[in-house]
Nanobody, 124 residues
């Protein structure tokens, strides 16, 4: 059974930090790239970051470079997103997603399973 469960969201002041975690079933996680997307009210899914299966290749949206770090723990089937220097415009529902194969992709269509999301709210 495919299962992706995000946690770690919350309310934080601008300039603060949050660490999001996505727990996956082994079948979901093993051998696949993983990604983080976000969706603000009234907007479409927006790519945030992705990491390949082995963890040695990452891609970030231009608006998060230098502030967010994606990582994965393949032994424990977890994906993380460390978010620093948060801005009010980072407010959104953040989703983890499983890619269709092991390499990195940036478009939602390249991901076939999604979690329910965790809300991140950044106050000014």
């Amino acid at each position: 059974q495919v299962q992706l469960v995000e946690s770690g969201g919350g309310l934080v002041q601008a300039g603060g930090s949050l660490r999001l975690t996505c727990a996956a079933s082994r079948r979901t996680f093993r051998g696949y790239a993983m990604g983080w997307f976000r969706q603000a009210p009234g907007k479409e899914h927006e790519f945030v970051a992705t990491i390949n299966w082995s963890g040695d290749s990452t891609l970030y949206a231009s608006f998060v470079k230098g502030r967010f770090t994606i990582s994965r723990d393949n032994a424990n089937n977890t994906l993380s997103l460390q978010m620093n220097s948060l801005k009010p415009e980072d407010t959104a529902l953040y989703y983890c997603a499983k890619a269709r194969n092991s390499v990195v992709f940036t478009t939602p269509e390249d991901y076939d399973y999604w979690g329910q999301g965790t809300q991140v709210t950044v106050s000014s």
